[in-house]
């Protein structure tokens, strides 16, 4: 289960932009700000340049995500029911 904290939590950094920062909560353990919402994660758009690197984090999160469910382990993340819909 560790593993799968952790994991959330290096996606949830500000610093990946990967997610429309609605709120920025900062990490007690290691000081680094990670973004946060009430009505969950949303992607943040991006130019062409950064599409691709972009495209490879969010296919990562996607089997990380199939294989929290396969091992029966809940991933500490929050995504926006529209990005739920297309998982």
Known sequence: ???YS???REFKKASLSLWYPSR?????ETNEKLIASDYGLFPLPCSKEQRME?????ELLGRA?????QDGKRMDIVLSPIVMKYL
């Open 6 to 8: 952790i994991l959330s």
């Open 54 to 58: 972009k495209i490879r984090l969010y």
């Open 24 to 28: 920025i909560e900062v990490d007690p």
């Open 65 to 69: 995500l199939g294989q929290a469910l």
């Open 1 to 3: 289960q560790e593993f």
